[in-house]
């Protein structure tokens, strides 16, 4: 029995250091015309939800309009709250950052991930230390990842101390420090609803660093000649603050909502705001982190890009636990206290295995 299980993980490993070394991505194997799923890529999530498996669509998915902030900010902030502390999800519109900037994202993550392979290819790396990495599954190789998704990102660091523009690939950089730059404005807004949403003041959350780290992260989602076999990305949670994601109109993103997965619907100009696990354990559990994941789908490829906001990723050596203000004899502290360094590479080491990051760090 040993014996065979090591021949298995022995055949594994070099089906997923082969793949790897094409530096190609899934997109490689669709430009070679594959027309079944690789076994590294069959994932038990997908087997799960096959059609016999219903799904949710829900009508009441929270929609927050952004529109005259200022004057209206007592009711935002209201919405904002209760979105996230039953949904840890929402969507927002007129949140001011132009539709052809969204766009022109789209546009630009797809064409860094369609150009020829051979440009792609020096970018290809899971080093943490590199500003801009392009790959196939940041976990490829952790044990405990079930199988491989049906994914290849490009991922570039834009806060604090970004990435170069001459670091970042031609074919989307002007696009990428734009969309950076608008995308920081509105993480501060949105830092603001958050900190009100909790009765604290304004800028706390500000203060304690919570949008200082941006990275984004332009995914690629192949078309998939078995969808009922594969995943796109499989259910976790982020490891963050909080996220903004911008999708085309393919859909595939679902929310595990009261143990149903309910889609995510796509509206143009719109973006998904989602709470990371970081905002879920300094709110005491006030706001939720809540799982995710994406189907794989015949239709494609279906982009995305994620705006992951943090400290910065191995930097910071801040402590970060339940905040004071929130903490009474009634209500103590759920988790112990992380540095963000900590849990930073522990998630990472962790990968995305279906399990949670927080529950490392609760005390009850
Ligand atoms: C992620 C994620 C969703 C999507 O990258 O963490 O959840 O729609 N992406 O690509
Ligand atoms: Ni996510």
């Given amino acids: 029995m040993a014996a065979s299980n090591t021949q298995q993980n022995y055949d594994k490993y070099s089906e997923l250091k082969a793949f790897d070394d094409t530096k190609a991505g899934v997109k490689g194997l669709i430009d070679a015309g594959i027309t079944k799923v690789p076994k590294i890529f069959?994932?038990?999530?997908?087997?799960?939800?096959?059609?016999?498996?219903?799904?949710?669509?829900?009508?009441?998915?929270?929609?927050?309009?952004?529109?005259?902030i200022i004057n209206n900010k007592k009711e935002i902030v209201k919405q904002v709250q209760e979105a996230s502390e039953t949904w840890g999800f929402f969507?927002?519109?007129?949140?001011?950052?132009?539709?052809?900037?969204?766009?022109?994202?789209?546009?630009?993550?797809?064409?860094?991930?369609?150009q020829d392979v051979d440009i792609k290819k020096p970018y290809y790396s899971r080093d943490v230390a590199r500003?801009?990495?392009?790959?196939?599954?940041?976990?490829?190789?952790?044990?405990?990842?079930?199988?491989?998704?049906?994914?290849?990102?490009?991922?570039?660091?834009?806060?604090?101390?970004?990435?170069?523009?001459?670091?970042?690939?031609?074919?989307?950089?002007?696009?990428?420090?734009?969309?950076?730059?608008?995308?920081?404005?509105?993480?501060?807004?949105?830092?603001?609803?958050?900190?009100?949403?909790?009765?604290?003041?304004?800028?706390?959350?500000?203060?304690?660093?919570?949008?200082?780290?941006?990275?984004?992260?332009?995914?690629y989602y192949?078309?998939?000649?078995?969808?009922?076999l594969a995943i796109g990305t499989s259910r976790h949670a982020d490891n963050d603050f909080f996220t903004v994601l911008l999708q085309d109109d393919i859909g595939g993103l679902q929310v595990l909502h009261k143990d149903q997965w309910v889609d995510v619907p796509p509206i143009h100009g719109t973006l998904v705001i989602n709470i990371g696990d970081i905002l879920q354990l300094i709110s005491n559990d006030k706001y939720k982190s809540l799982e995710h994941r994406v189907l794989a789908n015949k239709i494609g490829p279906r982009i995305?890009?994620?705006?992951?906001?943090?400290?910065?990723?191995?930097?910071?050596?801040?402590?970060?636990?339940?905040?004071?203000?929130?903490?009474?004899?009634?209500?103590p502290p759920k988790y112990r206290a992380t540095t963000m360094k900590d849990f930073f590479e522990y998630s990472n080491k962790k990968g995305l295995d279906g399990s949670s990051n927080l529950s490392h760090y609760k005390i009850i």
């Fill in 304 to 331: 995305s890009v994620a705006s992951f906001f943090s400290t910065g990723p191995f930097a910071s050596s801040r402590i970060y636990g339940p905040i004071e203000e929130l903490l009474s004899k009634d209500n």
């Fill in 131 to 219: 500003k801009v990495m392009y790959n196939c599954n940041f976990d490829l190789f952790s044990d405990k990842a079930l199988a491989a998704n049906w994914r290849d990102s490009l991922y570039s660091v834009m806060a604090p101390s970004p990435a170069k523009p001459e670091e970042l690939p031609e074919t989307c950089r002007e696009i990428t420090i734009e969309y950076s730059n608008q995308m920081m404005k509105l993480g501060y807004t949105l830092l603001e609803l958050l900190s009100e949403g909790l009765s604290l003041k304004p800028n706390h959350l500000k203060e304690m660093g919570c949008a200082e780290g941006l990275g984004i992260l332009c995914n």
């Fill in 91 to 114: 969507q927002v519109i007129n949140h001011g950052i132009p539709v052809s900037i969204l766009d022109g994202m789209l546009h630009g993550a797809r064409r860094f991930h369609e």
């Fill in 222 to 228: 192949p078309s998939c000649p078995q969808p009922e």
């Fill in 42 to 68: 069959i994932h038990p999530e997908a087997l799960e939800n096959n059609p016999s498996n219903p799904k949710t669509t829900h009508s009441n998915f929270p929609l927050i309009d952004l529109q005259n």
